[in-house]
């Protein structure tokens, strides 16, 4: 069975101070809670300060970002192995916001993974169609390249600790979700791709994450689709009770 996944993904909100009160509140909502794997994504500059609070706890931390390489003069940049020292177990990979304004291709995003698992990072791949792709009804095409050229090389070995996350670039936030059936079409569209790259039995034990104005309310009904296994929050990850009762399915 597959463990679901709740991710938080901060982008680029929060000081040092509310950070710490963020966390520290989550931390507390978080306790018991076991079926569930939960990780949130501060950005870069509390990572440090995120990993005391988060220290003893089922919480996991994880970056939105890092550079394929893992050390050079690369202004501005952070690699694997500085996020693995400052505890973090995952990084976001290839979100849609780092591809639309960062240039980030799928060429890189594939260098980023398979540093991400040589320094055993969890990487979170992000894949997703713009509206006009979905309009066109390019949508499953786009993924299909997206995920063929980011997961190039990638043997089953290490694909194993991958997390995918489908993110149609129309849902994030815009307050509009995906339906979970539209949600689904496309979970098990990948798991088929998945189950093509590395085998049946390895796709079949992979989490494939939605995102997209994932919301208390909207949680519970994505949840029931067989191939959804968990949520990239944006938006509502920011507070730590709306966050929490997505962890707990909107309860
Ligand atoms: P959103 O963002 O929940 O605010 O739509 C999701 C994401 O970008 O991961």
Not at 121 to 126: A, D, E, G, K, M
């Amino acid at each position: 069975m597959r463990k679901p996944i709740m991710g938080g993904n901060w982008k680029m909100y929060k000081t040092a101070r509310e950070a710490v009160q963020t966390i520290e509140d989550l931390r507390e909502r978080m306790e018991g809670v076991e079926e569930i794997e939960v990780v949130v994504f501060p950005p870069f500059t509390v990572l440090g300060l995120a990993e005391k609070i988060l220290r003893d706890s089922s919480i996991g931390l994880g970056a939105q970002n890092m550079h394929w390489e893992a050390g050079g003069s690369y202004t501005g940049e952070i690699s694997a192995p500085m996020l693995v020292d400052l505890g973090c177990r995952y990084v976001i990979l290839g979100h849609s916001e780092r591809r639309r304004y960062f240039g980030e291709s799928d060429e890189r995003v594939n260098k980023k993974i398979k540093s991400a698992l040589t320094f055993e990072l969890i990487p979170v791949v992000c894949v997703g169609e713009t509206l006009k792709e979905r309009k066109e009804g390019s949508f499953k095409r786009v993924v299909e390249t997206q995920l063929n050229l980011c997961l190039k090389g990638i043997g089953p070995e290490e694909a194993e600790r991958m997390v995918i996350a489908y993110e149609p670039v129309w849902a994030i936030g815009t307050g509009v979700t995906a339906t979970p059936e539209q949600a689904e079409e496309m979970h098990s569209f990948v798991r088929e791709l998945l189950a093509k790259l590395f085998g049946e039995d390895l796709a079949d034990s992979m989490r494939i994450q939605y995102g997209g104005s994932v919301k208390p309310q909207n949680i519970k009904e994505l949840m029931r689709e067989p191939d959804i296994d968990g949520a990239l929050v944006g938006g509502a990850s920011l507070d730590a009770s709306s966050f929490a009762r997505i962890v707990k399915y909107g309860e």
